[in-house]
């Protein structure tokens, strides 16, 4: 069996996408526009290495963030109207909403269609188990949902980045997917204090 370092020095896929995640990782935790370029690239690493791995509804997944990451640039580019006399980071820098309360129906909804879709498209066409078909499922699911979240710049979006970062970060060190597994962990981590940062951001723009 190749030790961790192995795969380290092996993986060179791996530690591109890895790095990719990290830079955006701090675009997303800043809330700036361009994290969606980040996640358009970071997605094309990730449809690989997910399949490779034969976590293929997460290798459908990141399909899905390329489609959608181009489509929340374009919205959230046609929200970039900062007020004159900031600065370019200020700019850069996209005013951020609280879910309304009516919108939890509308998620809990999302989350069951998109695990049931999911959970029989993973049934139907692969021959995994059934631990990796249950949690493909739910962290796909839960992804899925965060990141039509985030185009509508709702902060609680982290919410469900937190189960969903954890849960793979799990399932890729299982698969001796190592620093992809090790992003993730960061990821978990890192949503955490995402959330109540985005929370204070959105707070922030509706003050004003």
Same mark, same amino acid.
């Given at each position: 069996m190749e030790t961790i370092l192995e795969v380290?020095?092996?993986?060179?896929?791996? *530690?591109? &996408?890895? &790095?990719?995640?990290?830079? @955006? *990782? @701090?675009?997303?935790?800043?809330?700036k526009k361009s994290m969606w370029i980040a996640s358009i690239i970071m997605a094309i690493l990730y449809i690989y290495i997910f399949f490779k791995s034969e976590f293929y509804a997460m290798s459908l997944? @990141?399909? @899905?963030?390329?489609?959608?990451s181009i489509w929340g640039w374009h919205k959230w580019h046609q929200k970039q109207l900062s007020p004159a006399g900031l600065d370019a980071s200020q700019k850069s820098t996209i005013p951020l909403e609280r879910m309304p309360q009516?919108?939890?129906t509308t998620i809990i909804s999302y989350l069951i269609i998109s695990s049931l879709i999911i959970a029989g498209l993973l049934y139907l066409l692969t021959d995994t188990s059934w631990t990796i078909l249950l949690s493909d499922t739910f962290a796909t699911s839960l992804n899925v949902v965060a990141i039509w979240m985030a185009t509508?710049?709702?902060a609680e979006q982290w919410s469900l980045l937190i189960p969903a970062n954890l849960l793979t970060g799990i399932m890729l060190f299982i698969q001796a997917q190592y620093p992809s597994s090790i992003m993730f962990m960061i990821y978990f981590i890192v949503s955490i204090f995402g959330l109540f940062h985005w929370i204070k951001l959105a707070d922030l723009s509706y003050d004003k």
């Open positions: 380290l020095q092996t993986d060179y896929l791996g *530690l591109l &996408a890895t &790095a990719i995640g990290l830079i @955006y *990782l @701090y675009l997303e935790f800043k809330a997944i @990141y399909g @899905y963030f390329f489609i959608i009516k919108a939890i509508r710049r709702w």
